[in-house]
């Protein structure tokens, strides 16, 4: 069955320079492993299509039931030097919620 | 235990903050956060201008405000306020609140040591994209070290009621009181991992409490009056996340958990000037209402490096805007985006980079927006960047003529041309931290 992501997850980014982070969080420690197998470098990059022009690195957080995604090149240049109207990532988090993820 | 409240997350943040957190109950230290990266340049050219400026305005007016009740309860405040003028801020808190003992941390600023440090053949290569220094020499507005939080407890040894440093790092100002009371040593990791992590949870005002929290966002409790983050912390290196009884907002694990994600890098590996900290061995638990409980933290050693933090100007950008309606909004919106870049063709201009965002349709997620077929309304949003003032001021002029002579349907001009604004670039690069030696100076 295909659900969004928001149904299992809650999310906060923001930027370091050209990189925005999205912290992906579970509601409920039973829904980790889901995260861990849906939420894949792979799967973010093809969502977010062309903005996001870098790698994109995934580091987890068992004690927390959460991810942090980094994505490299995701703000146009970052800081002053974007263009963007989100150019501190503000709104990637939100954003990821509505990936469709499946479970079983 | 003591009590470490963060009443300002940047500089712009909540005025009442820091007040609502002195009068609301009980605290012993009141940290503030000031500085951005690109804050320090901007600082700069106001010292450049004005001698007697360069830290944040803010500040004195605010400890003028609030001195009396520091004063009478004992409640230290630490800012990195400073900026890259501390001693002149520190005067001007002396002027709002005479008979406050007010100490300031030196060290930081480093603007005038950059060809120092290259000649001891130091490339400062950016972290981001190993580009040696050198490619923006000229262009380099100002240049600080991160500093961390034991030179600020050593400003707290002296007695002071105030301690004003210029670029430490956010984090260690909430770390320094715990190492002023505690005594804490810079081998004991743990204890310092913990207050480091401490600082990172409150460093941005509210974020903890229930500002910009997805957690039921919708039932957080009295946003207006929103409670500002106050750290109970212990000895031992434990501490408690909580805020005064009558503000509102929410303290509860979920909302903590979405702060510690905030802004990360490798989790494992999260480096300050007084240690590295491991955020995977963090333990939380909801202990009582609006009060979560911080436990497990564990840290290893600092690292050899500090980071330094450049601001240098890199150009000029214009941003400008028209709406289009409906029907057919995003139409008409793309078509006079073909007709703005045809006519830049034309007239010959040359920019590092034009973009095209339709704000409505999917300027903030690209192509992870919502399908939005048809929308009601659409803002052209174009950008462009170059280090041409002419060119990007030539761009300037191209927007408001669409309204008469580009697709039928567009307002929102009422601001006129954009402004030209010049860019103030960021670079961080790292240092050996044998070459950043910080005073501690009581200002009379």
């Keep these: ?104 | 235990m003591i009590r470490i409240a963060n009443g300002q997350g940047f500089w712009g943040d909540w005025l009442e903050a820091p007040v609502r957190l002195v009068d609301e109950g009980p605290i012993d230290f009141l940290v503030l956060d000031y500085l951005a990266e690109v804050t320090m340049s901007i600082l700069q050219k106001q010292k450049e201008e004005n001698p007697s400026l360069g830290y944040a305005r803010d500040f004195p007016p605010l400890i003028g405000r609030l001195a009396t009740r520091l004063r009478e309860r004992h409640i230290k405040v630490v800012a990195n306020a400073g900026g890259v003028n501390p001693v002149a801020c520190a005067r001007a808190v002396l002027a709002a609140a005479p008979g406050l003992k007010v100490a300031v941390v030196h060290g930081d600023d480093v603007f005038h040591r950059i060809d120092e440090f290259l000649g001891k053949g130091y490339e400062m290569r950016d972290m981001d994209t190993a580009e040696p220094i050198s490619s923006i020499r000229p262009r380099i507005l100002s240049a600080n070290a991160y500093i961390g939080a034991f030179p600020l407890a050593e400003a707290l040894d002296t007695g002071a009621d105030v301690v004003i440093a210029g670029r430490s790092t956010d984090t260690a100002l909430t770390l320094a009181p715990m190492v002023h009371r505690f005594g804490w040593q810079a081998d004991e990791w743990d204890k310092l991992a913990a207050g480091t992590i401490a600082g990172h949870i409150i460093e941005c005002g509210a974020q903890c409490t229930g500002g910009n929290c997805q957690v039921d966002w919708e039932t957080i409790p009295d946003m207006a009056n929103i409670g500002y983050p106050i750290i109970e912390a212990e000895a031992d290196g434990s501490f408690t996340v909580t805020k005064h009884g009558k503000a509102g907002g929410r303290v509860h694990s979920d909302v903590v958990k979405e702060q510690l994600l905030y802004e990360l890098g490798d989790p494992h590996r999260y480096m300050t000037p007084d240690c590295t900290a491991d955020f995977t061995s963090i333990q939380l638990s909801d202990t009582a209402p609006d009060r979560v409980r911080v436990t497990g933290i564990r840290g290893g050693p600092r690292p050899p490096t500090l980071k330094l933090s450049i601001s240098y100007t890199n150009g000029w950008k214009a941003i400008g805007t028209l709406v289009y309606s409906w029907p057919q909004a995003l139409e008409k919106a793309r078509a006079a985006d073909r007709v703005v870049r045809q006519r830049l063709e034309a007239l010959g201009l040359r920019f590092e980079e034009i973009h095209t965002e339709y704000f409505g349709y999917n300027a903030c997620a690209g192509p992870a927006a919502p399908p939005n077929p048809d929308p009601p309304e659409i803002q052209l949003r174009i950008g462009v960047r170059g280090q041409d003032r002419k060119t990007i001021d030539r761009f300037t002029r191209e927007l408001i003529p669409l309204v008469l002579n580009g697709p039928p349907g567009a307002t929102g001009v009422g601001e006129g041309r954009p402004p030209v604004r010049e860019i103030v670039a960021y670079w961080s690069a790292l240092i050996p931290r044998e070459e950043i030696e910080t005073q501690v100076e009581v200002v009379k």
């Design chain 1, 1 to 104: 069955m295909k659900i969004p992501l928001s149904a299992i997850a809650h999310t906060r980014s923001g930027d370091k320079g050209d990189t925005s982070n999205i912290g992906v969080i579970a509601w409920k420690p039973e829904h980790y492993g889901t995260i861990l197998r849906e939420v894949t470098p792979a799967r973010v990059k093809a969502f977010f299509g062309e903005q996001v022009q870098g790698e994109i690195e995934r580091f987890e957080l068992p004690n927390l039931g959460a991810i942090n995604l980094l994505l490299h090149g995701a703000l146009g240049g970052g800081g002053t030097v974007s263009l963007r109207v989100d150019a501190q990532g503000k709104t990637y988090g939100a954003s990821l919620l509505g990936m469709e993820i499946e479970i079983d």
